[in-house]
């Protein structure tokens, strides 16, 4: 069995919870309003803000469409290696994903292990585009394979079939997280360390948060900023913070009363190269 490390609280959305689109009873109590901005109100938002004084906004506007609602409708059957965590024992849940990469009519998802296990969950997995609110279209796009992942750093990278009239709006999006990138790493706040993450709460609309943040000296991020079931696998901005990887969001938990959102460390093959103007994945190995 492997060993894997813990987390806290793993943030995702089981279909049957009675607090799903209502109340989150963990953090904010109505969430959604007091501790979230949603997309229609983000560019109005303080968070907007302080993005755009910090040059920063073409990225997080970027990751806002590259972010995926992910659905799984029914959990794999290949448990015998993660047993003993106990998310993975159910079926149907909601988490967030983000497209990095595409190759023809494909795209790669990188979400959270413990919300798309392997092969076979993914090809159970459902990733909707542009899932912002009543006035978006809608993209489904289905679950192929799993591409790669590691257990002990949570995160799972897999591919899903798209046609192709929207590789192009893809496309764009990625060579603007590029460049938005490119001022993240000139960012040099290290007095004030920031993090906002994009993810669906609640397999709801999707949703941005900003809070404090911290990386340890074993890579670790742990985070102020809100979170909550749904919120596994959504894409972390540290800012102030070494950010040659990507990192994703795992769990949560309460320490003196303050819930800490924590990431399971960066995914390095993910540090972003152009290739004739588009974002590919670098083939490192195994997460550091």
């Known amino acids: 069995m492997v060993s894997v490390p813990n987390f806290g609280r793993y943030d995702i959305q ?31 938002s303080t968070i907007a803000k302080f993005c755009e004084e910090r040059k920063l ?16 409708k029914h959990a794999s059957l290949e448990r015998s290696e993660i047993t003993s965590i106990q998310c993975y024992k159910y079926n149907d849940k909601y988490g967030s994903g983000t497209v990095l990469e595409l190759s023809e009519s494909q795209v790669h998802v990188l979400t959270a292990k413990h919300v798309v296990s392997n092969s076979e969950g993914s090809k159970n997995t459902e990733c909707w585009l542009y899932f912002d609110g009543n006035s978006c279209k809608k993209i489904i796009i ?3 394979s799993e ?15 798209i046609d192709e009239k929207e590789i192009e709006k893809l496309h764009q999006s990625l060579r603007e997280y590029e460049q938005g990138l490119e001022n993240l790493n000139r960012n040099k706040m290290k007095r004030h360390k920031k993090c906002i993450i994009v993810s669906h709460p609640h397999g709801c609309y999707k949703y941005v948060s900003m809070g404090s943040c911290e ?3 074993h890579g670790y991020l742990t985070y102020k900023a809100p979170t909550c079931s749904g919120s ?34 960066e995914v390095e093959q993910y540090r972003p190269e152009k290739v004739e103007g588009v974002s590919i994945g670098q083939s490192s190995g195994e997460v550091d």
């Not at 689109?21 to 109100?41: L, P, T, W």
């Not at 906004?57 to 799984?72: D, G, H, M, Q």
């Not at 591409?147 to 079939?161: P, Y």
């Not at 894409?235 to 009363?257: A, D, L």
């Open 215 to 217: 990386l340890d000296k």
């Open 142 to 144: 289905k679950g192929l």
């Open 232 to 265: 596994s696998g959504g894409y972390i901005i540290p800012i102030g913070c070494r950010t040659e990887g990507v990192f994703i969001h795992s769990g949560s938990r309460e320490v003196e009363g303050v819930s800490l959102g924590q990431s399971s460390g």
């Open 14 to 44: 089981y279909f049957n919870s009675k607090v799903n689109n209502i109340r989150c009873i963990k953090d904010h109590g109505s969430c959604h309003e007091q501790a979230f901005v949603s997309i229609s109100d983000f560019s109005t």
């Open 57 to 72: 906004l073409e990225l997080v506007e970027a990751i806002i469409k590259l972010t995926v609602r992910i659905t799984v």
């Open 147 to 161: 591409s790669d992942s590691n257990i002990s750093k949570d995160w799972c990278d897999f591919t899903c079939e």
